[in-house]
């Protein structure tokens, strides 16, 4: 079974690579993108199939079923040394009545001076600009090998007095075999109604002649195009390689197809010591600006709970590395 999964997979990257999108940059609030979680980026974002924590409601909401009772997840990224990217969820299971969870993604600028054409160096005034989406998510299993989650999470966008905002869903699936353990999985991420800016800021007044300095203002309006959201659908697998009382090595493969780009393959290995240490690697196809991610992570046991502490870098053609932080307390 896995080797057929595994061609089916392979042959779907060959053609990635030579696939192209009509809409390339069509699509807003791209903060929505933005990879979330130390560990799902290490992998290379090959996780939808592996994912089984509070942040799978970044990734596949169906994993939260996996958390055993009540986790927190927290996640912070220094995007290109220019932007703040914070993350947090919460998970709690209730057995048979499925999972719940609650999340957040701020993406954050700091605060930059305004120009004008007449005043280049600075008016004096200040403005900055903050994505956020806040979402609640619930996730059961439907059989003891197949699980389904889906989150609602409202989205909003703001550039100085200017907002957008709407609502989106995600939806995920796993279903796991006995082989190796396993997992096919699917993702449908940002599925949501278009967003439009609107706000004060565009108001202005117009004076139909400029020959007739005392002819009357006219109040006027701009108006703002609307833009669809990051739509992403993610299929993949996750299995295990190998697996000894010390030792264990998972393994991912990922492709996805966004609404606003090429198609993308994701490739990721976990190699696990003692359940205490983890060294992660991935690799991502078709990709402009980036192919290698590396990770590390560890976990900390007392009285039934636990921490873990997970670490990611990101290499980027061009622009800077990126680093990542996450830790996740379970309860």
Known sequence: MIKYILTFLLLITVQISFAQNPNLGASGAQFLQIPIGARAEAMGGAIIGLTDDASSVFWNPAGIVKVKNFQAFFSYIDWFTMFDVNAASLVYNAGDAGSFAASMIVFSTGKMEITTETEPNGTGRFFDASDLALGVS??????????????????????????????????????????????????????????????????????????????????????????????????????????????????????????????????????????????????????????????????????????????????????????????????
């Open 138 to 331: 619930y996730a059961r299993y439907l059989t003891d090998r197949f699980n389904v989650g889906v989150t609602v999470k409202y989205v909003n966008q703001r550039i100085w007095n200017e907002t957008a905002s709407g609502f989106a869903f995600d939806i995920g699936t796993q279903y796991q075999l006995d082989f190796q353990n396993l997992t096919i999985a699917m993702s449908m991420t940002n599925f949501g109604s278009d967003l439009k800016y609107d706000g004060p800021d565009l108001d202005l007044t117009h004076r139909k002649d400029n020959n007739f300095p005392i002819s009357r203002l006219a109040p006027g309006r701009l108006i703002t195009d609307d833009y669809p959201l990051p739509l992403n659908f993610q299929v993949g697998v996750g299995f295990d390689i190998f697996e000894t009382d010390f030792i264990k090595i998972k393994g991912a493969i990922d492709v996805t197809h966004p609404n606003d780009n090429q198609e993308r393959a994701h490739f990721g290995t976990e190699f696990s010591f003692f359940d205490r240490l983890y060294l992660r690697g991935g690799y991502k196809l078709n990709y402009d600006d980036q192919t290698f991610a590396f990770g590390a992570g560890a976990n900390l046991l007392w009285s039934g709970n636990a921490v873990y502490f997970d670490y990611a870098y990101s290499i980027y053609d061009i622009l800077p590395s990126v680093h990542r932080i996450a830790i996740r307390l379970s309860f």
